[in-house]
């Protein structure tokens, strides 16, 4: 890009680098919270989850700039790098199942918030990534139907039985609580 500065190319490539600055400085934290659910808790992956989604964002930062929300191209991004990820690593990595009992057994904390936190992120590791994804778009980002499904690039019906059985799921981990602010 910086191959003919008098014909103002450069100029652009520095205007495209301040405006991705301002964006990642406005909007990073928010992502890794996104991707700290996403990734159930961990925080390691979120971080790395984070960056990729940047790296992306900025490499097709001329698309990204010309959205009507920028802030929710970046989140559809995050997921989507997320479920990718997924599907790479579940062909990398050996599945075990995970016993959400033993699990429950292990989120004793000191204060309730923190138990809480734990119990949750706890029970969003046994979902499958694109029900996590669901759960946390829907019931994190306050996301209708519609625009989960655009954001996951699926139907409305399949968001709503994801959400539907995500929240069974839970629900049988969790017991009869109300962590996510969704009644029976």
Request: glycine share 4%; hydrophobic share 45%; proline share 2%.
């Amino acid at each position: 890009m910086h191959r003919y500065p008098r014909y103002g190319r450069r100029v652009k490539s520095e205007d495209r680098d301040a405006a991705f600055s301002a964006f990642t400085i406005g909007h990073r934290r928010d992502l890794v919270r996104a991707a700290t659910l996403l990734c159930a808790g961990d925080a390691a992956m979120a971080e790395d989850l984070v960056q990729a989604t940047l790296t992306k964002l900025y490499l097709s930062w001329s698309r990204v700039r010309q959205a009507d929300n920028p802030a929710a191209y970046a989140r559809a991004a995050l997921t989507n790098t997320f479920l990718n990820e997924m599907q790479r690593a579940h062909r990398r990595r050996e599945n075990t199942q995970i016993d959400p009992s033993a699990l429950l057994e292990q989120t004793a904390a000191t204060e309730m918030d923190l138990d809480t936190r734990r119990l949750v992120l706890v029970a969003l590791a046994t979902l499958a990534p694109r029900q996590r994804a669901v759960v946390v778009l829907r019931h994190w980002f306050d996301l209708d139907t519609a625009s989960t499904a655009r954001a996951l690039g699926c139907s409305v019906g399949t968001v709503k039985s994801q959400n539907a059985r995500a929240l069974a799921h839970l629900r049988s981990i969790l017991g009869e609580r109300d962590l996510l602010g969704v009644k029976q």
